[in-house]
T-cell receptor, first 114, second 116 residues
Framework: DAGVIQSPRHEVTEMGQEVTLRCKPI?????LFWYRQTMMRGLELLIY????????DSGMPEDRFSAKMPNASFSTLKIQPSEPRDSAVYFC????????????FGPGTRLLVL | AQKVTQAQTEISVVEKEDVTLDCVYE???????LFWYKQPPSGELVFLIR??????QNEISGRYSWNFQKSTSSFNFTITASQVVDSAVYFC?????????????FGQGTTLQVKP
């Protein structure tokens, strides 16, 4: 089975531009998570969905960030407008359950905002 | 509050040495889950092991072994006869169960460098 798929793998953009990151979870997994990894803050959870519904977005840094999951096989994380401090690696993960279930991570999107 | 501490920021060993990565956790949950992930230089996060709080049996998988001790709130990871391919950042993570907090709380990671 295919793992979690993310695109693009690398994104370079200029400050002020809109950035859209995409994720396809593992088929059959009903939980989807978005994480951000930076040197300063490590791995931090931004938002997670259950059955396409956002459950907890308390980790989303500010209103410039938004996430959607229009169906069970696709999610987006959008940053508008982007800022240099948004530069990070963004991971998508999915799991077949929530409490104690293993989260499987995608390869990540490395975002650089100039 | 839940917390994971990986006190070793960086470890450097020579190939074939054994190395232990420490992980100490804090939680008030009676049911919880512990994980180890590996992040090689290519950047992806690879799942290694999951352990629940009721299972204190140590586990061995090839050159990898894990020592879970509830008495000291530790879940340490040992690589026997290390190889250059083991060079990576290793993350320990905690997920609470009884408090309905299924979020993964990650430690800051330990960078392991295995020199030939």
């Amino acid at each position: 089975d295919a793992g979690v798929i993310q695109s693009p793998r690398h994104e370079v953009t200029e400050m002020g531009q809109e950035v859209t990151l995409r994720c396809k979870p593992i088929s059959g997994h009903d939980y989807l998570f978005w994480y951000r990894q930076t040197m300063m803050r490590g791995l931090e959870l931004l938002i997670y969905f259950n059955n396409n519904v956002p459950i907890d977005d308390s980790g989303m840094p500010e209103d410039r960030f938004s996430a959607k999951m229009p169906n069970a096989s696709f999610s987006t994380l959008k940053i508008q407008p982007s800022e240099p401090r948004d530069s990070a690696v963004y991971f998508c993960a999915s799991s077949g359950g929530f409490l104690g279930e293993t989260q499987y991570f995608g390869p990540g999107t490395r975002l650089l905002v100039l | 509050a839940q917390k994971v501490t990986q006190a070793q920021t960086e470890i450097s060993v020579v190939e074939k040495e054994d190395v232990t990565l420490d992980c100490v956790y804090e939680t008030r949950d009676t049911t919880y889950y512990l994980f180890w992930y590996k992040q090689p230089p290519s950047g992806e996060l690879v799942f290694l092991i999951r352990r629940n709080s009721f299972d204190e049996q140590n586990e061995i998988s090839g050159r990898y072994s894990w020592n879970f001790q509830k008495s000291t709130s530790s879940f340490n990871f040992t690589i026997t006869a290390s190889q250059v391919v083991d060079s990576a950042v290793y993350f320990c993570a905690l997920s609470g169960g009884s408090s309905n907090t299924g979020k993964l709380i990650f430690g800051q990671g330990t960078t392991l460098q295995v020199k030939p």
